[in-house]
């Protein structure tokens, strides 16, 4: 199984033909999903005790089971939060695997580690956060703002001997992503949504949350979340506002930038970020904005003390990692994962080769895109823009459609092939429709890849007619 024979050349150039053709694809086949039982019948079982070899796993891969996938890179993909990473990232991705480097501990990973920190500067830079701050690479958003709020807890506990007898408590808004309420279930901590009339969290909702708190719930609150970047409408909470109250109240302050975090690089829309820099933590996805294969995430932290008191792992086999000769920076120590990849080279990779300019100018294209894509809803009249775009997501309805007509229209054009564009909900605030709240079903565009053209978006939107 370990040995080099003919068959593994065979093999190997055959994936490797096959990553050639797929990674200068610049229109990939739309696939479409199937029902599970429909691939066992056209697969049949694939781990056998004799091993149906490598020709034949591969012939199923290539000729069926890949076609029931989305490409997350295709041009018309646009749900969700879609990805396009850099061509010179998927090559790298292939050699961070083929180097078979583990990337937990300067000891055994230190040039591929050296490689993600280089790139880290460049994240840490884009955040404004002051001297010492830095980060580390995650397998996304999810464990990212789950490092961030177990480093958060631990330093809430030993400011007082006392807060170890509480439950933790954390608020954020309802915009908030649902890692963040996943996290705290995790965590097993209490969370408190922030309802507000501006559909983003600010200083005063926050402020007024806080001051209706009971004594005890006071004393078990130890964090907030904002988001830069909905994952729904793109919108930014105002960090600013917040980071005065967190740094009034001694909270920590979070900034969940999983998906917006790549339009830092942007100079149209920094400035909308103002704040940020005085985040205690700073959630970003590279594999969404920052043009990085899956699965690659990053957490970023001010005070890199802190997150190690409370990710560092004792072990009696690890003790090696603390002697002179193996010193350096340890990615474990920061994060919740011990065993990791090194998932930070293939944008280090990136980066290196092309630039950072070449970045902004990608990202800024997505923002163009979406302000297009504003401008042709608003000029069709069978259509009507719901709200201004913010970033590069865009809401949209057609006027007369219900839920189901949406929902038929998805499929029709996904099984197509056409394009993947899905519905969402969007919810009015009553004091913007002089009534009760008002939840509609409405559709999306989420813009990342640079590829997408404005006759793309013409195309879909006509489909709508």
Known sequence: MHSIDIDTVEMTLDIMKYAINRISNTSPEMGSPKQEQDLMDLVGET??????????????????????????????????????????????DLVTSAASIHGAYWMTGGGGIFCENQAMKWLVQLTGLPKGAFGVFTSGGTSANLSAMIAAREAWRDKNEENKAYKALLITSNGAHSSVKSMAKVIDADLILVDDEEDKLNGKWLQQKIDGLSGIDRKRLFAVVATGGT???????????????????DLWFHVDAA????????????????????????????????????DCGAVIYKNME???NAHSQKGAYLDIFK?????????????????????????????????????????????????????????????????????????????????????????????????????TKWTKPANKIGGKEKTETISRFCFINPDTTEEDIAEILASME
């Not at 989305?70 to 018309?76: C, L």
């Not at 994952?231 to 109240?249: K, P, R």
């Open 306 to 308: 802190l997150a190690k």
């Open 47 to 92: 781990v056998t005790k004799e091993g149906i070899g490598g020709e034949k796993a591969f012939e199923l891969f290539k000729d069926v089971l890949v076609k029931a996938t989305v490409p997350v890179d295709h041009p018309r993909h646009l749900a969700f939060v879609p990805a396009a990473p850099t061509r010179a990232a998927i090559l790298f």
């Open 323 to 423: 002697d002179k000769g193996a010193q350096g920076f340890n990615p474990a120590d920061y994060q919740i994962q011990l065993t990791r990849r090194l998932r930070g080279l293939p944008l280090w990779f990136s980066l290196a080769m092309h630039g950072t300019e070449k970045y902004t100018q990608a990202i800024e294209r997505g923002l163009s895109l979406a302000l297009n894509a504003a401008k042709q809803i608003e000029a069709a009249e069978h259509l009507e823009l719901v709200r201004e775009p913010s970033l590069s997501c865009v809401l949209f309805k057609r006027i007369g459609w219900d839920a189901e007509d949406y929902r038929d229209w998805t499929y029709k054009n996904h099984q197509s092939g056409f394009a993947l564009v899905t519905p």
């Open 231 to 249: 994952t729904n409408a793109g919108i930014i909470d105002d960090l600013e506002s917040i980071a005065d109250v967190c740094e009034q109240e």
């Open 259 to 294: 998906y917006g975090g790549g339009a830092l690089a942007a100079p149209s829309v920094r400035h909308l970020f103002n704040g940020i820099e005085r985040a205690d933590s700073i959630t970003i996805d590279p594999h969404k904005w920052m043009f990085s294969p899956y």
